[in-house]
């Protein structure tokens, strides 16, 4: 089997045709890589730190499949630190023992040892991305996943002149780790990072940074597809370029009815293609590219600005200036407020499936089963002994249906696989929350949650209704909930408290967006339908990390179907051993 290895070189393009060249074979293929988890120094706003990386490489290097692949990944830690690695949004077709969160589908991989993920590529094309699934270790360990579609399948719109890989993150000058230890300790909230990074990079806005900026140089009149991922631990994106509109192609490697933007809004887990037309004059100005956040809640938030640079060449060839800092003009966007929620509210309801015949949009139209989440913020009383910085003294927590989620020492998968569950987890998550109140309004007296380690047990091929409700408990807030092993349709959205009498009137079973992430809208709701056809143990949880390790978080458990390929298979030899 060929070996195909992909770097990302952090200011190059990658075209069409070098894409569509990485295997000339029809048939789909195997694809292997090697990821070698290692320690680096990396220097950003003057401070030289060692991170954790892939291959050395900040952020890691690119992943090329095409639709129908096979990809084997070696992933070797040399790092201290256990480690797993999330194929984020590949829906891991009876493959969960590749899945990667920690605890839920394996356990971690310690110093020295290895694991080989193995999955293939199953009805999908897009951009997607991986990251490191344990503690806060992806605020490094992240890199793109572009597939392609089939040989001799085009694109739902116009080739692009060239691809480009826009990853958007966070850069502590500390040990991201070290930053959520001490939160977790305290039962406090967490620092906020030093910068954001458009691939890596923070941008010229900030002290010390202005060598450390993305370019994108173009070619007049060309058009560029921008796979854009938002690798961010805890914030909402706007983004946009100056003087340029964007045209809206793709959401979460799901084709999208495409639509034009000025600025758009990514939440973290969520990636977004878009079209760049380059204007068809090489212009005597330098235009800015820039993300800052979206905000809700009522915490301590970073309100800077990542930049990166758009430059155009010259019949020549040559960029339109020669350093960062010339006598060119630099043209800065405009991006909304950072508590804009109404902007937020129109961007989301402009995403539609194609649903067409050779992209359909296959939204469960009979509902088996339908639960009612309740996803907020809370708090839990303080360790004897001990002073907490949380409310009133307490320690922040946040749950799902109050039930804040407590990691196992035995992943959920195995102990389900081996029949094992007993002292593991419990089959008793509950489908609507323990005491109804006014989600969005006051709040009752009592706001301690309970911690457990719960699932939701399916049988296979079950269609499932999903509504997720915000709540005002410590302050309303969006939430970004993220299900591994499964797409889902986003078929209503609103504010306030969801009404199950009125609003499934207004629901889209015709042309609703697919998505693996979505945000649940600050003080309001979002319900989601999925098909329950995939087994194995399914992680589902905020995408900000911070809530993530206050534990909003649950798992479905999903049983085997009655025929061997609805079945899921035993785990591979070299599962890692907690």
């Known amino acids: 089997m060929a070996a195909v290895?992909?770097?990302?070189?952090?200011?190059?393009?990658?075209?069409?045709?070098?894409?569509?060249?990485?295997?000339?074979?029809?048939?789909?293929?195997?694809?292997?890589?090697?990821?070698?988890?290692?320690?680096?120094?990396?220097?950003?706003?003057?401070?030289?730190?060692?991170?954790?990386?892939?291959?050395?490489?900040?952020?890691g290097p690119r992943i090329v499949a095409r639709e129908g692949d096979r990809v084997i990944v070696k992933v070797v830690n040399h790092v201290p630190n256990n480690i797993t690695i999330h194929w984020h949004g590949i829906r891991q077709r009876r493959s969960g023992w590749a899945d990667g969160p920690a605890y839920i589908t394996q356990c971690p991989i310690?110093?020295?040892?290895?694991?080989t993920y193995n999955f293939t590529v199953t009805g999908q094309r897009g951009t997607l991305f991986y990251h490191a699934h344990i503690s806060w270790i992806r605020a490094t360990v992240h890199g793109p996943i572009v597939i392609l579609p089939k040989r001799g399948v085009p694109y739902p719109f116009p080739k692009p002149h060239k691809e480009v890989p826009i990853l958007f993150g966070e850069w502590w000058n500390k040990d991201a780790e070290a930053v959520i230890s001490r939160a977790l300790r305290t039962g406090g909230g967490p620092n906020v990072s030093d910068s954001y990074t458009i691939n890596g990079l923070p941008g010229l806005l900030y002290?010390?940074?202005?060598?450390?900026?993305?370019?994108?140089?173009?070619s007049p009149g060309k058009t560029y597809l921008l796979r854009l991922i938002n690798a961010a631990l805890n914030d909402e994106l706007f983004f946009s370029i100056a003087n340029h509109t964007l045209t809206v192609v793709e959401a979460d490697a799901v084709y999208v009815k495409p639509?034009?933007?000025?600025?758009?809004?990514?939440?973290?887990?969520?990636?977004?293609?878009?079209?760049?037309?380059?204007?068809?004059?090489?212009?005597?100005?330098?235009?800015?590219?820039a993300a800052r956040p979206y905000v809700t809640g009522l915490g301590t938030f970073d309100n800077s600005t990542t930049v990166g640079i758009l430059q155009y060449k010259t019949k020549q060839g040559q960029s339109n200036s020669t350093s960062l800092f010339n006598d060119l003009p630099?043209?800065?966007?405009?991006?909304?407020?950072?508590?804009?929620?109404?902007?937020?509210a129109n961007f989301s309801s402009n995403f539609r499936s194609l649903a067409n015949s050779q992209f359909p949009a296959n939204v469960p139209r009979v509902v088996d089963r339908r639960f009612f989440f309740t996803v907020g913020l809370g708090s839990s009383p303080c360790p004897k002994n001990q002073t907490c910085q949380g409310p009133n003294g307490t320690k922040f927590s946040a749950s799902v249906n109050n039930?804040?989620?407590?990691?196992?020492?035995?992943?959920?998968?195995?102990?389900?696989?081996?029949?094992?569950?007993?002292?593991?987890?419990?089959?008793?998550?509950?489908?609507?929350p323990l005491i109804p109140f006014n989600?969005?309004?006051?709040?009752?007296?009592?706001?301690?949650?309970?911690?457990?380690?719960?699932?939701?047990?399916?049988?296979?091929?079950?269609?499932?209704?999903l509504v997720m409700q915000d709540t005002s408990v410590l302050g309303a807030e969006a939430h970004p909930l993220h299900l591994h092993g499964f797409n889902f349709f986003v078929v209503g959205q609103g504010f306030g408290n969801y009404d199950p009498i009125k609003d499934p009137a207004n629901f889209n079973l015709a042309d609703p967006v697919e998505r693996n992430t979505v945000s649940v809208p600050s003080g309001?709701?979002?319900?989601?339908?999925?098909?329950?056809?995939?087994?194995?143990?399914?992680?589902?949880?905020?995408?900000?990390?911070?809530?993530?390790?206050?534990?909003?978080?649950?798992?479905?458990?999903?049983?085997?179907?009655?025929?061997?390929?609805?079945r899921l298979p035993p785990p591979p030899l070299d599962l890692p051993k907690c």
Request: proline letters at 7%; a positive charge; one cysteine or more.
């Open 259 to 289: 639509f034009q933007t000025d600025v758009l809004l990514i939440t973290p887990g969520q990636t977004t293609n878009v079209l760049l037309q380059a204007k068809p004059y090489s212009p005597n100005t330098t235009f800015l590219m």
């Open 110 to 115: 310690q110093r020295g040892q290895s694991y």
């Open 330 to 344: 630099l043209i800065m966007p405009t991006l909304p407020a950072l508590n804009d929620t109404n902007f937020a």
């Open 5 to 59: 290895v992909f770097l990302l070189v952090l200011t190059a393009l990658c075209s069409s045709t070098e894409l569509a060249h990485a295997q000339d074979e029809d048939a789909p293929i195997t694809r292997h890589y090697k990821f070698n988890i290692r320690m680096k120094n990396v220097t950003r706003l003057c401070v030289t730190k060692p991170i954790i990386t892939v291959n050395g490489q900040y952020p």
């Open 524 to 566: 309001g709701w979002v319900a989601v339908r999925f098909l329950a056809d995939n087994p194995g143990v399914w992680f589902m949880h905020c995408h900000f990390e911070v809530h993530l390790s206050w534990g909003l978080k649950m798992a479905w458990v999903v049983l085997d179907g009655p025929l061997p390929n609805q």
């Open 207 to 218: 002290n010390c940074s202005s060598k450390d900026t993305f370019k994108l140089r173009v």
């Open 403 to 432: 039930v804040s989620f407590a990691l196992p020492a035995t992943a959920l998968l195995q102990a389900h696989f081996s029949s094992q569950s007993a002292g593991v987890y419990t089959a008793d998550f509950p489908s609507t």
């Open 439 to 465: 989600y969005t309004g006051t709040p009752p007296n009592n706001t301690k949650v309970i911690n457990g380690t719960k699932v939701v047990v399916l049988r296979f091929n079950t269609s499932v209704e």
